[in-house]
């Protein structure tokens, strides 16, 4: 478990933060023209990058624990 801690802290997992809030709300913006269905469609899609992102980060975490 020490290697996983270690990466969640290593600092260039935050970077991705920043870039997933980017990407949705360019993306809601181009869907919608009111501010309120651009943060509405901005948040979904934050958190489906999120869960992606997250399930791919557990199943290589897995599978360097394998290897």
Avoid: K, N
Wanted: proline share 4%.
């Amino acid at each position: 478990m020490l290697p996983l801690a270690a990466t969640l802290l290593a600092g260039q997992i935050w970077y991705m933060l920043p870039l997933i809030v980017a990407v949705s709300l360019v993306y809601g913006a181009t869907r919608h023209e009111e501010p309120r269905q651009i943060a509405r469609h901005a948040l979904s899609t934050a958190m489906w990058m999120l869960i992606f992102l997250g399930g791919v980060f557990v199943a290589l975490a897995l599978v360097s624990l394998w290897v």
